[in-house]
């Protein structure tokens, strides 16, 4: 969905993710809640991009189900990532990805990516890097006594275990240089500071928000959801710029073009 709004796509305000989650309930035992589709699932698409992505990969089902009501991809393959990518060598002019840090077997993920580019083309990475655990290591290491570990739990909600593999921007940079990759730009996504907001905002209420929502009657739900956007617009709209900070602090998330060397 995220892809589809970026290359100029647009949902009615009747229609988000929220309507197709499950496990709300066991929010905090990590399960991942947007793993689900429901028979009512059904996009409300009010524009459509110019443009269309070839193929879509993700190891979860659901999620490739709703990617195709989306009608933007014109194949979809469920596929493990530790696993050889199915496609032929040099096929893609671009590939996207912002699942590389998931994957255990990151190396040969890598060199992956690399095979499957055309010589002339370029990748898209999205690394979250070793700072994203600077504020949960801070809470961990500094806090524990003061706030007491169910209230960094909750804010951590498994991820310290979750991310498979996290390394610093050099290292990175070394593991895209071992696949073969020259990187010839890199910027960051997010700051500390959005990574804050992620972490303490909606986050933990997020499952009791999508239950009461979905409670509702559908006008109603649209009424009141105007009314938020209205006031988010405005509240977040000036911390949109990649760079926004309130401290001087590495970014946790740097994209990095590559192209084959
Ligand atoms: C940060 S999410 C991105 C989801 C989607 N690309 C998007 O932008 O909305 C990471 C995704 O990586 C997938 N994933 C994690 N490990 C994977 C693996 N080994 N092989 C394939 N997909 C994997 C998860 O299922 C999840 O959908």
């Not at 989650?21 to 035992?29: A, G, I, K, S, W």
């Not at 589709?37 to 059904?42: C, G, I, N, R, V």
């Not at 498994?158 to 696949?179: I, N, V």
Request: charged share 30%; hydrophobic share 35%; net charge negative.
């Amino acid at each position: 969905m995220f892809s589809f709004l970026l290359a100029g796509g647009d949902f009615g305000t009747e229609f988000d993710i929220f309507g197709a989650t499950e496990n709300l309930d066991n929010f905090f035992q990590n399960k991942d809640i947007y793993n689900a589709t429901s028979e009512d699932y059904s996009p409300v698409i009010r524009d459509r991009p110019d443009r269309r992505i070839t193929v879509g990969t993700d190891w979860k089902q659901p999620l490739l189900d709703k990617a195709a009501e989306l009608d933007f991809y014109d194949e979809l393959h469920q596929h493990d990532n530790n696993q050889p990518l199915p496609f032929e060598d040099n096929r893609f002019k671009t590939v996207f990805s912002n699942s590389v840090y998931w994957v255990e077997n990151v190396e040969l993920h890598l060199d992956e990516i690399a095979r499957v580019l055309a010589d002339d083309g370029q990748g898209h990475l999205v690394l979250k890097n070793t700072n994203v655990r600077n504020f949960l290591n801070t809470l961990w290491n500094q806090w524990e006594d003061e706030l007491g570990n169910e209230f960094i739990e909750m804010i951590d909600r498994g991820r310290s275990d979750h991310y498979a593999h996290l390394y610093t921007p050099e290292e990175w940079e070394e593991k895209l240089e071992a696949a073969g990759l020259d990187i010839v730009q890199q910027r960051a996504t997010v700051t500390q500071a959005h990574s804050r907001m992620w972490d303490i905002g909606l986050r933990p209420i997020s499952p009791y928000l999508i239950r009461m929502a979905y409670s509702m009657p559908k006008d109603q739900r649209v009424e009141l959801k105007e009314d938020w956007i209205e006031t988010w617009y405005k509240m977040l709209e000036p911390l949109c710029s990649p760079t926004w900070d309130y401290s001087d602090r590495p970014s946790p998330e740097i994209v990095y073009t590559v192209t084959p060397k």
